[in-house]
């Protein structure tokens, strides 16, 4: 049988793993400067944990794990009969991979409130699964890169995690990407002049899909949930709305004037905005999106999510938000929390497409030295030796082979650096220093070889 993966998995070569590496090397590296600490958290969860907190259509695409052995005997043959396909599936399973880093951070909090002090500035670099249709930038086994600080309403943490994904993208020389942000009570304000407060959950999930099906898509989406003709001809405005963001916030304020909780999240938008403005963004653009929804149901108040830059094939690269109640779930109340997520697998992408990665991304081996027999490969592995004792990636070619062969070996790998040690190299204690890229070689004393090494590198 020929070998395959699973669609919406990958393999990754050594310089695949190398520029993602830097990646992670970055986003790190500015997640802890922005005093965010590091925590890691089961590929799998209780499924009872992941359930109802991501919306019918998360739920969908959640990954479950069959039980095994007499657990099975629990499987509830009843639905299965009755056509209860959704009930049957989950008698079948009592944990599935995690969908997010979010919910688990949420039950990390709950479980460990004792050991952690408030707030809490966490950040996790991990896989996630979703049973989702494969496409470009969207893969059914994937990373996410978290960053959220739990226990405070602060609306300077909405404020800081728009200056990290900033210093994200500045750090990584992606210029052009569009910050977009909404605030979920502007969404509920919305829903109630339009007297469907009880469906806010169907109105952001249609709105959610503008930028997938349009704006005729949204509204047949919104017809066939119950939504009046009426109410959906007033809310089309704000649909197309454009402006700056003060001219966007005064429009809606007129809208919502009416709105308690309207009014609200235009007061919470306004000081995020304003002050992000006045801090200033060194790589990225702001913009308040009134349509952007963030369709996981867990969000209460500011969402965000970063466009790609412009002239590149791909949807969001990042997104979050501010959620009060999601701990309330696992058994703490009042814990308030905001956090946002980098699409790190969709970042690659488009590093590669504008050809971002730096040529230190790439930590293959820098010098090869050349086997020419037994003669010398004792002298050859103590060079080797002494050249990763200072950190110089280096290999030996173990197989006396043709040079042909071994220089092929040097290109195939981009070694930049081959070093020849034969009879007459021996005898006159030196050796040949070839530049792969180049083609040149020089002869160099023994007692010279890692200033010589250091220098040509």
């Known amino acids: 049988m020929k070998p395959s993966i699973p669609k919406g998995t990958r ?14 090397d970055v986003l790190s590296t500015s997640f802890e400067t922005y005093g965010f600490e590091p925590i890691e958290t089961p590929s799998f969860e209780k499924t009872s944990t992941l359930l109802g907190k991501y919306g019918e259509e998360g739920d969908r695409l959640i990954f479950k794990i069959l039980n095994s052995g007499d657990k099975l005997k629990k499987a509830n043959l009843e639905a299965l009969a009755d ?23 949420a039950r990390y909090v709950v479980q460990h409130q004792n050991d952690i002090s408030f707030p809490f500035k966490r950040y996790q670099i991990q896989p996630v699964w979703r049973a989702d249709r494969p496409q470009h930038g969207r893969f059914q086994e994937f990373f996410q890169c978290d960053a959220d600080t739990v226990g405070s309403k602060s609306l300077w943490q909405e404020v800081e995690l728009c200056g990290l994904y900033d210093d994200v993208f500045d750090k990584l020389r992606l210029s052009g990407a ?31 899909k503008l930028d997938k099906i349009g704006q005729e898509g949204v509204i047949k989406e ?8 009426e109410s959906i001809d007033k809310v089309l405005p704000l649909m197309g709305l454009s402006g700056d963001y003060s001219s966007k916030l005064n429009t809606l304020s007129v809208f919502l004037k009416d709105s308690e909780i309207g009014s609200k999240g235009i007061e919470e938008l306004r ?10 963004l060194k790589s990225m653009t702001l913009d308040i999106d009134v349509t952007l929804a963030r369709g996981l149901n867990y969000y209460t108040g500011c969402i965000f999510e970063v466009a790609a830059p412009e002239g590149v094939k791909m949807g969001s690269i990042g997104g979050g938000g501010r959620y009060d109640d999601l701990t309330a779930g696992f058994g703490l109340k009042d814990t308030s929390g905001v956090g946002i997520s980098f699409g790190f697998d969709r970042i690659y992408l488009v590093l590669e497409e504008l050809d971002l990665f730096p040529a230190s991304a790439q930590n293959g081996t820098q010098v090869l030295f050349a ?8 002298l050859c592995n103590q060079m080797v030796k002494t050249l990763r004792d200072h950190q110089i990636r280096s290999e030996f070619y173990p197989d006396a ?17 081959l070093i020849v040690i034969g009879p007459d190299e ?14 040149s070689q020089t002869n160099h004393a023994l007692d010279q070889f890692l200033e010589t090494i250091r220098t040509a590198l």
């Open 11 to 24: 393999d990754f070569s050594p310089k695949e793993v190398a520029q993602r590496n830097y990646l992670k």
């Open 426 to 439: 021996l005898a006159s204690n030196s050796f040949v220093l070839k530049d792969m890229d180049s083609g």
């Open 401 to 417: 082979a043709k040079m042909k062969k071994q220089f092929s070996y040097a290109n195939a790998k981009g070694i930049p650096l």
């Open 271 to 280: 000081f995020v905005v304003d002050h992000v403005t006045e801090i200033g």
């Open 222 to 229: 919104l017809l066939t949930k119950g939504f009046s003709t």
């Open 83 to 105: 056509d209860q396909l959704a009930a049957f599936s989950n008698s079948l399973s009592e944990k599935a991979l995690r969908y997010d880093l979010t919910v688990p951070f």
């Open 178 to 208: 569009c910050l977009k942000i909404n605030n979920r009570k502007i969404l509920a304000g919305i829903a109630e002049v339009l007297g469907a407060s009880d469906q806010i959950i169907d109105f952001t999930v249609a709105l959610d």
């Open 371 to 378: 086997n020419f027999g037994k003669e010398y490969a004792l």
